[in-house]
Every structure is written in structure tokens, then in C-alpha cells.
């Protein structure tokens, strides 16, 4: 199945019982049974059903198996966001004096995460790039985790990960990637050897700015040490699905950060149509990017573009393409204002992933919690502009651009 076909096929085939091309928004908390004893079964995982929804509902489910087949997983667990989605998919392995190793470049919320986990004796360790040469160093008997965005937001550097997760695997440690910006229509992080993958679907896959949401997927490969990993010994009787098992039975339950099914709904609407945009999204901030160059006074930061020292590894890793976002920088603060502000097509909002074009200046706002330091390793400087290109003709953004350049510069 090629990749377009997949979104629409793939795990899929609508709701059997009512030949609902999609599947129903299951709108409910509680699922009714015949009996009690029936009841009893769901409840202790003795016997298919569902019994509440923060535990599991058909809507999600559907969502779930779609996303866990699209990134040749195991299986998946959808979350209410993105960062709940990180937050899970780390604290399901991790308990207080454990360490983990992560990219500089990281996402500004994933950073704050790390700083509250110290709370709980958790503590990061950060790497400049995630290259084998200097996450090695790092690695101790504490280490439980490698964790990386494949294409940072907003660094944009790209993870090797292939490298990367044979050295993790070398020390018994997993990967995990948080795939967001590359999405599954780039890469498939699983097939390069990573062991967790983790989106916030609230980007591209929702792909409409619609919903908050996030999920969690399972290569189901891991070989989990249970010296190392000690809450796994109750769960390796589910095999390749140990890890999801531990999760779905434990803290992401019990911390209650449930997809609700009204998006989960949204986000298989907007999962089918990701090939398409993404086309579009690649092709428009090549172009964009490309256009840039030729201004004068601004520098810009695309992968992609033949000029990007992670060119090779778009190469090898993303099919030559760069996803959607970019950085520019326009020389100061107050240029970099005044650029957003002249912008007629492109919105100043905090997303990406949406079909409009979305500018922010990270510095004062995702990375307002940030140190001075902090926001240099993440490629965030005081002139930095992230654009996260839309669907919008080429030409048109060309020419707001354009003409927004062309204001500061008088
Ligand atoms: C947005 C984002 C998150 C957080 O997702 P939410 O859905 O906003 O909670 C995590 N990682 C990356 C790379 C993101 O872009």
C-alpha cells in the first residue's frame, strides 16, 4: 500500500456494524453491560468491551490503530496532548534518581517538562546535537532513555537516528523520538531503529488547527531489561505489547489524560488528507526558503536547502524533503516585530502544522521561560521569526514576504 492509500485504508474500513464510512463519534463516559459478571471481565482485561471512557472508547481506538499501522508500530495510546503524550511516554519508564539524555534543540514545553520533572528526581542531560559521539559521554548506569525530536522545533537539526539508537541500543537504553515535525508522511522513525515514537497530533496529523492532542507508539522491539526497568516485570508477559500494556494499566489512566473522542473524530478527518498537504507544505517551504535566500539581510535556516549542513540527512532520511517549518532571522527584535506585523497572509499564533501559514517570534513567547542559554542551544535567537508554511499558492506568500522584507528594510 503506498503511503496515501495507507491513510485511508491502512487498519481501516469504517464502522462494520453500521457501514459508517467513519468511524462515529462514540460522545459517552460509560459503557453499559449485560451483567455484572460481564462488567467484571472488561474491567480486568479478562474480556474485550469498553467501560469508561478515560479508560478506552471506540472513537479513539479507531484513531489509535490507524496511527500504530501508518508508523509500523505495535500498537499506540492516544493522549490529550502532545505534551501529555511526552510526558507518558517517559514517566511510564522512569522513577526518581533516573536519568535521560535529550537534544538541546527541543520544543520549549518539553523543556519546562524536564525542569518540573527534577521535582520527582528526574534529571536531563542535554546534548548539543543528538550524535552518537556526544550522547555516549552522557550515558551512565542511571541512564534510561534517549530522547529526540527527528526534525527540532525550531533548531531544526535532524537526528540521525539510525546511529542513534544503535549506540542506545549498545547500552540497553531505548530511543525515543517525538517525530511531530517530520511526521509519518517523511519518515517513519520505527524502520530507522527507534523504539518509542511520539507526535502531537495537534500538528499535522489533526492538519486543520482544530484539536489538542497527542499519542504514543510502540515498535513493540525494545527488549526491556526488568533490572534496569523494574515496573516492567509485571508487564513482559504482554510481549512485544509490555510497554503499552504498562501504560494503558498505569500512569496514563490514572493521570486521566485521555483523548476525548470529539477529536480523536477530528484527527481521523484531518489523518487522511496528510499526504496531500504535506506535498504542498514541503514544495511551499523549499520555495520559501529558496525565496529567502535571495533577500538580502535575512538569514535563513530549511534543511532541505542544498546550503543546510542536515541536507545529507534529508537526504537519507526524508526522502530529500524538509517538512514545513523554517526559521528566519531579521537582524534585530524590532525587525523581527515589524517583519510579523506587516504580514497580511501569514497569522501570529503559536502553532504549526496548520493550513495557514503561522508566524511567531519563539524568543518572547514559547521560549519566554527559557535562559538565555537555553534558547541559543535551541536555535532561538532575539531576531529569530519560525514560520510554519501553509497551503496558501506559492506566489502569494512569495509577495507578502516580499513585501514585509521590503518595509523593514526602508
Ligand atoms: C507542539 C509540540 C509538542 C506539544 O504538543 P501539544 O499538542 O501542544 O501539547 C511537543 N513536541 C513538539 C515537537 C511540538 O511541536
Not at 32 to 57: D, M, T
Not at 92 to 107: M, P
Not at 146 to 166: M, R, T
Not at 247 to 263: E, H, K, S, T, Y
Request: include cysteine; charge should be negative; charged fraction near 20%.
Amino acid at each position: 500500500m503506498e503511503f496515501n492509500t495507507a491513510l485511508l485504508h491502512k487498519n481501516f474500513s469504517g464502522d462494520k456494524a453500521s457501514g459508517s464510512t467513519m468511524t462515529p463519534i462514540y460522545q459517552v463516559s460509560a459503557f453499559s453491560h449485560s451483567s455484572a459478571e460481564q462488567l467484571e471481565k472488561v474491567f480486568n482485561n479478562k474480556a474485550p468491551g469498553y467501560a469508561y471512557s478515560r479508560i478506552g472508547n471506540p472513537t479513539v481506538t479507531s484513531f489509535e490503530a490507524r496511527i500504530a499501522a501508518l508508523e509500523n508500530g505495535a500498537g499506540a495510546v492516544a493522549c490529550s496532548s502532545g505534551m501529555a503524550a511526552v510526558t507518558m511516554a517517559l514517566l511510564n519508564i522512569l522513577e526518581s534518581g533516573d536519568e535521560i539524555i535529550v537534544g538541546a534543540g527541543l520544543f520549549g514545553g518539553t523543556i519546562d517538562l524536564l525542569k518540573d520533572l527534577e521535582a520527582f528526581g528526574i534529571t536531563a542531560h542535554f546534548a548539543d546535537e543528538v550524535t552518537p559521539q556526544n550522547v555516549e559521554p552522557l550515558i551512565n548506569e542511571r541512564t534510561r532513555a534517549v530522547f529526540a525530536e527527528l526534525i527540532g522545533n525550531p533548531k531544526l537539526d535532524i537526528v540521525d537516528i539510525e546511529s542513534v539508537s544503535n549506540l542506545a541500543h549498545r547500552y540497553n537504553i531505548p530511543l525515543i523520538i517525538d517525530s511531530t515535525t517530520a511526521t509519518p508522511y517523511l519518515v517513519h522513525p520505527i524502520d530507522f531503529g527507534a523504539d518509542i515514537v511520539v507526535h502531537s497530533t495537534s500538528k499535522y496529523i489533526n492538519g486543520g488547527g482544530n484539536a489538542i492532542s497527542g499519542i504514543i507508539i510502540d515498535s513493540g522491539k525494545f527488549e526491556w531489561d526488568t533490572e534496569k526497568f523494574k515496573g516492567m516485570k509485571e508487564y513482559k508477559k504482554y510481549g512485544k505489547l509490555s510497554y503499552l500494556a504498562k501504560l494503558r494499566n498505569g500512569i496514563w489512566r490514572n493521570f486521566g489524560c485521555c483523548l476525548a473522542p470529539f477529536n480523536a473524530f477530528l484527527n481521523s478527518v484531518g489523518l487522511e488528507t496528510l499526504g496531500l498537504r504535506m506535498e504542498c507544505l514541503c514544495s511551499n517551504a523549499l520555495k520559501l526558503a529558496q525565496f529567502f535566500e535571495t533577500c538580502k539581510d535575512i538569514e535563513v535556516n530549511y534543511p532541505a536547502l542544498e546550503s543546510s549542513e542536515y541536507y545529507a540527512l534529508t537526504q537519507k532520511l526524508l526522502k530529500g524533503k524538509g517538512g514545513a517549518i523554517l526559521t528566519i532571522r531579521a537582524g534585530s527584535k524590532e525587525k523581527a516585530f515589524e517583519l510579523i506585523n506587516n504580514l497580511k497572509f501569514a497569522t501570529n499564533a503559536t502553532n504549526i502544522g496548520d493550513t495557514r501559514t503561522l508566524v511567531i517570534h519563539p524568543s518572547s513567547t514559547i521560549y519566554a521561560h527559557s535562559t538565555e542559554q537555553q534558547k541559543e542551544n535551541a536555535g532561538v535567537f532575539d531576531d529569530t521569526i519560525r514560520i510554519s508554511v501553509g497551503i496558501e499558492d506559492i506566489a502569494d506568500l512569495i509577495e507578502d514576504f516580499g513585501n514585509a522584507i521590503s518595509k523593514i528594510n526602508n
